[in-house]
């Protein structure tokens, strides 16, 4: 019989959602197993003298992650401030859960786990996937803000015509979506358009001024420059495979991102 409310299974710990776990009695109460065996994790195995060890953890409760041996994670920013190394290697890993009290523990809550590696400094050579992650996450985060940063500028300064407009040309950074929402930009021999969808559920259809097919968006214009046209395709090389590859940079950005405690 499986779970019909969330919990936590009996054996492990682990958070199990309704209905992902079977339901028993044991000792004259329900409880709920996943199929897990482990509450914490295994006997580490010896860490080679002479290294030079440091230290991090990190609650579930506030954003932790279990780390991985292996694994490069960045320490935190204040322990980096006081000369240690900026990316550490997991040379062993542990969880361990708390049923309570966990608030006293470091975990964020009454209940939940706690993480903790030993590291020791990584390599130049271990740490360039990172390092390459770090910085394509901040390229991409840099290049959205400029195109807002332009998006607002032509919201500023171009026309937003009053009568309905069908306006065809090159769409690029198009993000509409079936629920009437999202923006894209359209450039033309003449002028460059910034578009906002204004289709979805409580939006103010009556604001719309450009034709989609659905309840319409709003649109605003302005004179075509090549300056303005270098920007937006140079922004758009940038961001060219932004969902696929933002979301392999940011993986590997959050697995070593050290919420420390």
């Not at 279990?66 to 542990?94: F, K, M, S, W």
């Amino acid at each position: 019989m499986s779970n019909r409310y969330a919990g936590y299974c009996a054996d492990c710990q682990r958070e199990v959602g309704a209905g992902h776990g079977e339901l028993r009695k044991q000792d004259g109460r329900w409880v709920v197993r996943c199929g897990q065996k482990s509450t914490d994790s295994p006997t580490p195995t010896a860490i080679p003298t002479g290294i030079k060890t440091y230290s991090i953890g990190s609650g579930s409760r506030y954003g932790g992650h279990e780390y991985t041996v292996g694994r490069v994670y960045r320490n935190a920013q204040r322990r980096i401030e006081t000369g240690e190394p900026v990316y550490l290697l997991c040379l062993e890993a542990r969880r361990r859960y708390v049923r309570e009290d966990g608030m006293s523990f470091g975990v964020g809550d009454e209940s939940g786990y706690l993480y903790s590696a030993v590291c020791r400094e990584a390599t130049t050579e271990e740490t360039t996937p990172l390092v390459q992650a770090e910085h394509r996450t901040a390229e991409l985060r840099a290049a959205k803000g400029q195109l807002a940063q332009l998006a607002k500028q032509v919201q500023a300064t171009g026309e937003r015509p009053e009568s309905i407009q069908v306006v065809d040309g090159e769409r690029i950074f198009n993000t509409q979506d079936i629920y009437g929402g999202g923006s894209w930009w359209v450039v033309q021999p003449e002028a460059i358009w910034y578009i906002q969808n204004n289709g979805s559920d409580g939006d103010n259809w009556s604001s719309n001024n450009v034709r989609t097919g659905g309840a319409g968006a709003i649109g605003w214009h302005v004179p075509r420059t090549e300056g303005l046209v270098t920007a937006l395709y140079g922004l758009r090389d940038i961001l060219a495979g932004t969902i696929e590859d933002e979301g392999k940079t940011a993986q590997i950005v959050a697995m070593a991102t050290d919420m420390e405690f």
